[in-house]
């Protein structure tokens, strides 16, 4: 037997707690049994040894078979989720235009509406695909998805439809600026099966507006908080709040603002990382350098906002938890659909023509954009393959892993953080 590889361990008086990120669990240790069970993986066999505990780390993958290869493990989870052929997820564009102006976009934005016969012909693709698979989910997606308000609701509908009569889940989300996201189109959206949103504030009002003014250039802070507050129980909500090196100071006041309003406990909350792309020059992102931090910078103000998000009342993430093919980019059975019919990969790469894998009139055709994507693996990386990061992360973002200039923002912030986001779970746990 040896231990594995991706155990974390933190010491807390007569008590050790080891997390294993294959498995995602976390296990308890009387301080007694740690020198033991070090010294029975030696090969000694000490008295005192208590079987009860051996048998959980053994069932908790902490302690593993000597001929047991994790990374093999981990390449067979990430290769069966890749081709997980039970369901199929879209993201869809249902206009590339924006009320918005934000600066650090990574879209060069045209305004474009999915018309409708973009949209009949995704419906065909989707009875197609209905026909071999148990689930279907949608993520709404844009620009600003709600400018096409109209386009969703119909093309919901549909999906609906579809969905029962073949016997299949639905499941669909939006991401959203949250300008247009009143009470009543948070109605209509659950009544049409989209049941989550997605919200982006970047801090308190003078911050907020400098960064995500309309296109008039009028701040939309007040009008976004104003429906995040009608909505919040309609919808479950997200907040993500996009940091720099310009507001980073700033989301403790946000956190008030937000805690103030009677938000705490209705909505969750996390940052998100501003990365400057410039895989596509005609998108704002492409110069964008205000003070971007790097990952490891980032990692440790999510430490911190977390902290401060807690003394506020919201919710923080556990551990997490063990993956298998991250994400849209990498999975075959998941697409990107343009406002145009245009397909992609990555919804990162929306609105680039150099990213287009193809179209909806001939999907599916292999090629080599296509393949590009679907033959992505993390374990060609030897970092990602002695990473302790790997079982919860399996590569982070495929995209930014293929481009050079973002390679540092690809990875899971667990990979800098893992002892302290091990060590604060053992510390909420014995308050």
Known sequence: MKESRYNVWVDNGPFHYVYNGLSGTTAVVPATQRELITAFLAGDDPAGLDA???????????????????????????????????????????????????????????????????????????????????????????????????????????????????????????????????????????????????????????????????????????????????????????????????????????????ADAGLAGRVTIHPGQIVAADVDPAAPSASYHAGCLGRSEFAAVERDFFRAAASFGFSVPGLPSPVGAPCTAVRDDELVVGSRGELYKCPETVGNPAEVIGNLLTWPRAGDRLLRWLTFEPFDDEECRSCRALPVCMGGCAHHAMNSGLRDSRCSTFRWRYDEQVSALVSRRDR
């Open 52 to 258: 009860a505990v051996l048998h959980s780390l053994v069932v908790g993958r902490m302690v593993i078979t000597d001929e047991t290869d994790e990374v093999e493990v981990l390449q067979e989870r990430y290769r069966r989720t890749r081709r997980n052929s039970d369901a199929f997820h879209l993201t869809i564009v249902t206009s590339l235009g924006c009320n918005f102006d934000c600066p650090y976009c990574f879209e060069a934005k045209h305004p474009s509406l999915m018309d409708e016969a973009v949209q009949d012909r995704l419906l065909r693709v989707v009875e197609t695909r209905l026909a071999s698979v148990r689930r279907l989910s949608v993520l709404w997606y844009g620009g600003e998805p709600l400018i096409g308000l109209a386009g969703l609701l119909r093309m919901s509908d549909a999906f609906r439809t579809r969905t029962e009569a073949a016997g299949a889940d639905y499941s669909a989300s939006i991401l959203t600026n949250g300008y247009l996201l009143t009470a009543e189109v948070a109605e209509q959206l659950s009544a049409h099966g989209v049941r989550s949103a997605q919200v982006t504030v970047d801090g308190p009002a003078e911050t907020h507006d400098r960064r995500r003014a309309l296109t008039s250039g009028r701040g939309s802070f007040a009008t976004i908080l104003a429906n995040v507050v009608a909505v919040a129980d309609i919808l479950a909500v997200s907040v993500r709040v996009n940091l720099d090196a310009d507001n980073v100071g700033d989301y403790g006041r946000l956190l008030e603002v937000l």
